[in-house]
């Protein structure tokens, strides 16, 4: 059901295939004026509208029971949509909106969507104009599902309300859950999220769009609602895509309805309805602003203040908790919209000391330099022109109450970001109402936000509510600004420092060049970059220390790219690493590593100009600290890197974060290559995430698993295994020549995988225990494919199931299985895309352990199990995951046959998840019920 009012969120949840986003939450905060009924102390009121006052009256009634609550939604169900649709409601509309943005066009209508409280079908009605055909509805009111039926929207009508305890539904059954307008006073608990992620296929969305006003206020939701969203994204159940505002209610109608006004008076107090409405009236010119400040600025702190404005506290106490106490009285701030001064009052209260004004009302700032606030007095607005300031001229720039109508624009970012320091800080506090309903700002200024973002112009810090005036909620927003393209910000103001870095940055060095201002700054490098609090080589060895445990450490051999005088292999040496071997394009830096003696091998040489003379897999690891910069290695030198890398080796770079938001050998490729190294299973990310690199500037480092594209990585040291697997995973083996050499190793079989610490068998068995209850396994029936010597039979028989054949292409395996005596039957066949001489539906269960790998079942056959198996029974595939993203066989079938088969209503998702294969190498579990 749907009569709250205003945030909505989505989280995606979480797969070891990738991440699904859980929901948007949205802050829009609409001012609401008190209703007179019991629920006054609670929710407030977005309409005077009788019938809305009478609707609201009857559910949110104090302490009403689920059938009570029930009951009432039966009494209002047939006016329900009439009422708030005339009020203006946009909940639905926004949840709509939000969820088609996450899905192209032409996957829409193959999604199914659980609409929890879906009430007369309002969310239906918006998503069926999206693209999105299969809902089903989730609500406890009978009268309210009777109205959605009567229009046909749904699949499914469930009444149900959902809680704590698990619903009968299966897990897994919907691609997408809405909660519109649920989450208020008698409604749905917070605790309701975990049943929620239980219902959502990994890598779904769940998307809920309520009030802030019910989240923040409501005793049932203010201490646990976003608590609980924060514990279940740490304990890795979704991932949030978006916190953000959104349209809830279309209008706002107080006891004093403004119709001159596009901005809802906050308050009943006729000197600030005067106040406001001066300044707010429309169409007023910048002249015509001013002067209406003007006439207002003797009364503003009054007004103002006792009607509850706590927005210059909020925006004071969010710079606070950014910077420490010790460093704020040097910090020099521009307080745009300055008006009176109250931002700098406040901040001054936390240690602030050094503030200009700049506004352009001179009665206001009249009154500010009565106060003696200010070191400057800036009598001019903001806007798409430059000011006559210098550029990077504050460390801090507030905006605040200053985003409403006549007033500044968005397009006044540009300027804002102009004027701070590389590393300062914009704060911006505005009612939300204003930034999601006013013309000025409701299609530009989030957006532009997140265009200068992309643009790596500045970095969200936050983007959240808070208090603006007492009763109503602000938009407070805070960025990092980054530094402008066409400079590089200096990590120390050292004479020696800024020489270097402009000698290595000159624009247009080539290789040769730079090398060659490299060979002339060796001598004095290590004492400028270490006297500057250069961090970066530790950085990256601590990174890879937490990687290889120290007993490993010795032996791992390591390629330092851009090696310089060795300043990493120091960091390394210490953590325990010994082996290194250096690359670097300048003799002068590796003369200087060579005096430390800390490298096996010294190759003067640039990765990426030419291929190197260096063998495939020759290293454990690759550290590139601080090479990614302007002048140096390319962004596809990465691919020569990853080949030098041993399957399952560590690449670690670290780099200053600036430089790849800046420089054009970066800025718009770097990072889709790493993505699409990762999707071609060249690599797999281990962390990308902020560091410390030098002095006060932020690095960021980038830590992958190399993946093997051309072999299979070996589980063990151990000889046989080595063996084993050199056989069976030779290039182009046909199937009789596969079934061959698993005759041939049929013998020593099980004895070589026990020693190399295989487990895919007891991973399958444990998995299908969960699933079905000890009293009726003897009765189910398997089909063990590629059975092999009969080791997932073994442990199978040991926790109760009896009638299991086996199928497998290699006589030797079947006949080491014989000799065990675990089988009904031996069927000597490979399965493939052709039907097997078995019946439809023969069995309860179909297991595939370890057959998904090079040479073996293709991706096609999973349609033939699927005829094999009785509706509602099982298939449980367990296989490396390494496979899965190496082997053309599957790396670009597999996943996606897998979902069209669930798609096509073939089977249904129960489990997709991490496992153990071999003890140290990680497997897929795949579990999926017939239909």
Not at 415 to 440: D, F, H, Q, W, Y
Not at 573 to 588: E, H, I, M, N, R
Not at 744 to 771: G, M, N, P, Q, R
Not at 866 to 889: D, H, K, P, T, W
Request: negative net charge.
């Amino acid at each position: 059901m749907h009569f709250g009012t205003q945030p909505y969120v989505y989280y995606k949840l979480y797969s070891v295939l990738g991440f699904c986003p859980y929901n948007i939450l949205g802050l829009q905060i609409l001012k609401i004026f008190k209703m007179t009924s019991v629920a006054e102390k609670k929710y407030s009121l977005p309409s005077e509208d009788k019938k809305a006052q009478y609707l609201l009256g009857k559910i949110l009634a104090d302490g009403l029971s689920q059938n009570e609550l029930n009951a009432a939604y039966d009494d209002v169900s047939k006016d329900y949509d009439q009422v708030v649709l005339d009020n203006g409601y946009k909940a639905p509309n926004s949840c709509a909106e939000a969820v088609t943005k996450l899905f192209p066009e032409e996957d829409r209508a193959g999604l199914v969507t659980l609409d929890i409280g879906a009430g007369t079908g309002l969310l239906a009605e918006e998503m069926l104009k999206k693209g999105f055909k299969t809902l089903d509805a989730l609500d406890p009111s009978q009268g309210m599902l009777d109205i959605a039926q009567e229009k046909g929207i749904y699949r499914n009508y469930i009444c149900d309300a959902i809680g704590k305890e698990p619903l009968k539904i299966p897990a897994d059954s919907y691609d997408i859950v809405t909660v519109v307008g649920s989450h208020i006073a008698n409604h749905i608990e917070s605790e309701a999220l975990i049943e929620i992620i239980r219902l959502v296929k990994s890598g779904g969305i769940v998307c809920i769009v309520a009030r802030m006003e019910s989240l923040s206020n409501l005793d049932k939701y203010k201490d646990s609602f976003f608590p609980l969203c924060d514990d279940l994204e740490k304990a890795g159940k979704w991932t949030k895509i978006e916190c953000s505002p959104c349209p809830y209610w279309n209008r706002i109608q107080g006891k004093r309805q403004m119709t001159t006004f596009r901005h809802t008076i906050p308050v009943e107090d006729q000197d600030a309805a005067k106040l406001v409405g001066k300044v707010l009236a429309e169409g007023l010119s910048q002249k015509e602003l001013n002067a209406a400040y003007d006439d207002v600025c003797k009364d503003y702190d009054k007004v103002v203040l006792s009607n509850g404005y706590m927005a210059p506290n909020s925006a004071a106490l969010a710079v606070a908790k950014i910077y420490p106490e010790a460093e704020r009285a040097q910090k020099i701030t521009l307080d745009i919209g300055a008006g009176t001064g109250l931002l700098a009052e406040e901040m001054r209260k936390v240690g602030f000391k050094i503030f200009d004004a700049l506004e352009p009302s001179q009665g206001m700032l009249d009154v500010a330099k009565e106060k003696g606030l200010y070191r400057n007095y800036i009598c001019e607005a903001i806007g798409k022109e430059q000011l006559n300031l210098p550029a990077a001229s504050y460390d801090i720039i507030t905006v605040v109450g200053s985003h409403g109508v006549n007033h500044i624009e968005s397009e006044a970012l540009y300027e804002i970001i102009r004027l701070t320091k590389p590393g300062g800080i914009v704060c911006i506090v505005a009612r939300m109402e204003s930034l999601t309903n006013l013309e000025e700002y409701k299609d530009t200024f989030f957006p532009l936000c997140d265009q200068l973002e992309k643009e790596g112009r500045w970095q969200k810090i936050d983007s959240s509510s808070c208090p603006y005036w007492q009763k109503v909620e602000g938009a407070q927003v805070l960025y990092k600004q980054m530094a402008s393209d066409s400079e590089y910000t200096l990590p120390s103001a050292e004479t020696e420092v800024t020489t270097l870095l402009e000698k290595v940055l000159h624009e247009g060095l080539n290789t040769t060049e730079l090398a060659a201002v490299y060979d002339d700054l060796s001598q004095d490098y290590d004492k400028v970059l270490t006297e500057s609090k250069y961090y970066g080589p530790n950085t990256a060895a601590e990174a890879v220390t937490k990687l290889i445990k120290p007993d490993e450490r010795p032996q791992k051999i390591i390629l330092d790219i851009g090696a310089g005088t060795g300043l990493v292999a120091e960091e390394l040496t210490k953590k325990g690493f010994k082996v290194f071997d250096a690359l670097d394009p300048s003799s002068g830096m590796l003369e200087k590593g060579r005096e430390k003696g800390l490298y096996r091998n010294y190759i003067c040489e640039a990765i990426g100009s030419k291929p190197l003379n260096i063998p495939s897999g020759s290293y454990d690891v690759i550290t590139v600290v601080g090479s990614h910069t302007k002048n140096h290695i390319k962004g596809e030198a990465l691919q020569e890197m990853i080949p030098l890398v041993k399957s399952g080796g560590i690449i670690c770079i670290v780099a200053r974060m600036e430089g790849f938001y800046k420089f054009e050998e970066y800025k718009d490729s770097f990072f889709p290559l790493c993505d699409k190294l990762e999707k071609d299973g060249k690599w797999q990310k281990i962390e990308c995430s902020e560091c410390p690199y030098w002095n006060t500037l932020k690095g960021i480092i980038f830590l992958y698993k190399q993946m093997d594209t051309n072999k299979y990585s070996v589980p063990s040291a151990e000889t046989g295994v080595t063996t084993l697997l050199g056989k069976v995973f030779k290039d182009g083996l046909n199937q009789s020549e596969l079934a061959a050499a698993y005759d041939d190793v049929s013998k020593d079989y099980d004895k070589v995988l026990f020693k190399s610490e295989y487990v895919a068998h007891k991973t399958a068995a444990e998995s299908l225990a969960k699933l079905i209850k000890p009293d009726e396994r003897p009765q189910k029936t398997i089909l063990d494919i590629g059975a092999g010597t009969g080791l997932v039979a073994e442990e199978l028989t040991k926790i109760g199931f009896k009638i299991i054949d086996a199928l497998e292409p290699s006589s030797g395996m079947l006949e080491k299985a014989r000799e065990k005596g675990l089988y009904r039957k031996y069927i000597c066949e490979a399965i493939g895309t052709e039907p097997l001489n078995i019946p439809s539906g023969s069995y309860d269960i179909v297991t595939v352990v370890g057959g998904h790998t090079k040479n073996h079942i293709k991706s096609e056959a999973l349609e033939e199990m699927i005829r094999l198996v009785n509706a509602g029974g099982i298939i449980c595939i367990v296989s490396r995951m390494e496979g899965f993203y190496q082997f053309e066989e599957y790396k670009d079938s597999f996943f996606p046959l897998c979902d069209k088969l669930e798609k096509d209503g073939k089977w249904q998702k129960i489990e997709c998840s991490e496992c153990p294969f071999w003890k140290t190498v990680p497997g897929l579990k795949f579990l999926y019920r017939v239909c």
